[in-house]
């Protein structure tokens, strides 16, 4: 099986032709929050994501690489699959508050602050923090620079990562 593009998501890599990344707020039930779908479509990354601030008001969307700016103190550039990739940047203090880009060897690294209800979702491409506190857990195992193939869906949980 190969796949165009590797996803590292915290410290683990994952190989798949989808991944689709979501939070389940509450254990007793199955409702999911989407954060972001990443697609290898005919060797191009698309980008499907929502990105809210502290207070769940919508910045900017993306809807398969089609950017959209709802709020005018938040500034994009670049293209997920050149450079630094693609950045939203706020504009009073330059803080990046998403980015998408693909190394050279072809794997997709997706950093960023999603906000889910009272939740921070804190993506870097080394951990996961969730109210700042690391989520290194997959199916309840303490695992770090692991590799998952076949595992298009991808849950953030406040207990770890479920795939």
Known sequence: MTHDYMLILGS???ADPVYRLSYKPDQNNDDRVPLFTLENCDGVL???TEIRDENSNLIAKIDKNEFIQLNENFEAEGKIEAGSGFTLTRKEDRT???NVRVTEDRYVIVT???YVKDKKIRI????VEINDVSRKSINGVDMRDAIFVGTCGITLTNDGIII
């Not at 870097?124 to 951990?127: E, G, K």
């Open 12 to 14: 683990n890599v994952y």
């Open 46 to 48: 698309v980008l499907t």
């Open 96 to 98: 990046v508050i998403f």
């Open 112 to 114: 960023g602050t999603f």
């Open 124 to 127: 870097t491409d080394s951990s």
